[in-house]
């Protein structure tokens, strides 16, 4: 089992829809987690980190649920510059970064 | 801008063949990573160095070597690259004001190995 797993998409919506993805993970001493933004060849860039009581960046929402061990990604109000792979980012103590393999989303015109 | 940067951007070498990934950065981190991205996997470590003298094996080491030359460069060396080498390499560092939990990434460099 991946310490970090993904659902890969794609995923195709209509600009203005509300699209969630989810991302789980296998180790509970878990301490910090994030997601990231990585558009097609290029360098991935912190999105927003995800709280325990859960955390708003404008259309983003991010939640966490350590007793299920996941956490969520919402857009709302797709907007055609959400085109990327999202990354689910978990950190477990120093210097150990687990990457998931990225959920793909196309948001068409 | 503080940046983070990467050369080669692209770089097509021969199955046996020494070549050299170089990093540098502006934004005066003191840890720096190298991963790889393969098509469907995650990034994968291949090594990080939380200071000049302090330099650790991630998770897939075989087959690289990394040099720290000084606290804004770290370099990543494959002595005999082999077509599985094949793959996006991006360095990376980690901002000590924020717990070391947010890492900022360079470019990238594609690697082809024939």
């Known amino acids: 089992r991946k310490e970090v797993e993904q659902d890969p998409g794609p995923f195709n919506v209509p600009e203005g829809a509300t699209v969630a993805f989810n991302c789980t993970y296998s180790?509970?001493?878990?301490?910090?987690f994030f997601w990231y933004r990585q558009d097609c060849r290029k360098e991935p860039k912190l999105l927003m980190s995800?709280?325990?009581s859960g955390n708003e960046d404008g259309r983003f929402t991010a939640q966490l649920n350590r007793a299920s061990q996941y956490i969520s990604l919402l857009i709302r109000d797709s907007k055609l510059s959400d085109s990327a792979t999202y990354l689910c980012?978990?950190?477990?103590?120093?210097?150990?970064?687990?990457f998931g393999a990225g959920t793909r989303l196309f948001v068409k015109a | 801008d503080a940046d983070v940067t990467q050369t080669p951007r692209n770089r097509i070498t021969k199955t046996g063949k020494r070549i050299m990934l170089e990093c540098s950065q502006t934004?005066?981190?003191?840890?720096m990573y190298w991963y790889r991205q393969d098509p469907g996997l995650g990034l994968q470590l291949i090594y990080y160095s939380f200071d000049v003298k302090d330099i650790n094996k991630g998770e897939i080491s075989d087959g690289y070597s990394v040099s720290r030359q000084a606290q804004a460069k770290f370099s990543l060396s494959l002595e005999s690259a082999i077509p599985n080498q094949t793959a996006l390499y991006f360095c990376?560092?980690?901002?000590?004001?924020?717990?070391?939990?947010?890492?900022?990434f360079g470019p990238g460099t594609r690697l082809t190995v024939l």
């Open positions: 990376a560092t980690s901002d000590p004001r924020k717990g070391y939990n947010e890492q900022f």
């Open positions: 980012v978990v950190n477990t103590g120093g210097f150990k970064t687990i």
């Open positions: 995800v709280y325990s």
């Open positions: 180790n509970s001493a878990s301490q910090s």
């Open positions: 934004k005066g981190h003191d840890r």
